[in-house]
């Protein structure tokens, strides 16, 4: 019996609750995954401007603001139900988070806008094409000199092109409003990055299939 395929929204609204400790017991290597991502961000008092999109209910916040504690964060997500655990976990923060339900993908940005751009864990539900189109968008909204941290899962591409094949094969809805999973190499990743404009692609981890990686406007 082929797989029900949920609607996005209705997979994480469903989930929410759960979401937290799903993710620390089944991410190997959790906290160094997290703070690989955080890691990237100069530590500084300053009140610097953050864009997370797919913010979930914001476990990667948690390492962020050890580094940027004044930081103000635009967090972006399609579920309601992610946003609100956010908003509850980072009740002492709230001056310096703003949150947006909508989808990243539809949703403009403010461009020459924000120092950071990070998405974790999100957008291995797009198409190649999709991916593009939001990273064009993720380069202008950044200030120059700005950068964008991913962490996502990763495949080889052999598997890639087998789960891309099977997509197109079962005529998958891959606009990002369904919950399939597409995960893609990194090699992809990076042409796709160079494209937008994006320079200095740094692989900073890679374990698990997983890996972070940043760029620079
Ligand atoms: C696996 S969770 C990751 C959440 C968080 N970044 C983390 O690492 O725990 C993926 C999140 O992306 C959100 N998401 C998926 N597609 C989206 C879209 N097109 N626009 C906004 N949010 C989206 C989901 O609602 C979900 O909260």
Known sequence: MPKKIEKMIDFFNNRADNYDDNMRSNIEDFNRFY????????????????????????????????????????CLDLSERMLNRLKEKYSSKQEQIETRLGSYVKIPFEENEYDYIVSVMTLHHLSNNKK???????????????????????????????????????????????HIDLPFSIESQKQILTESGFKKFNLIYEKNEAAVYSVQR
Do not use: W
């Open 35 to 74: 703070s690989k991502i955080a890691m990237e961000i100069k530590e500084t008092q300053r009140e610097i401007n953050i864009l997370d999109i797919g913010c979930g209910t914001g476990l990667e916040l948690e390492y962020i603001f050890k580094r940027v504690p004044y930081a103000k964060v635009f």
């Open 132 to 178: 593009l189109a939001l990273c064009n968008k993720i380069y202008k909204a950044l200030k120059s000199n700005g950068k964008y941290i991913e962490g996502d899962y990763i495949v080889d591409q052999t598997k890639e092109e087998k789960i891309i094949k099977e997509a197109v094969k079962d005529n998958a809805k891959t606009d990002g409003n369904y």
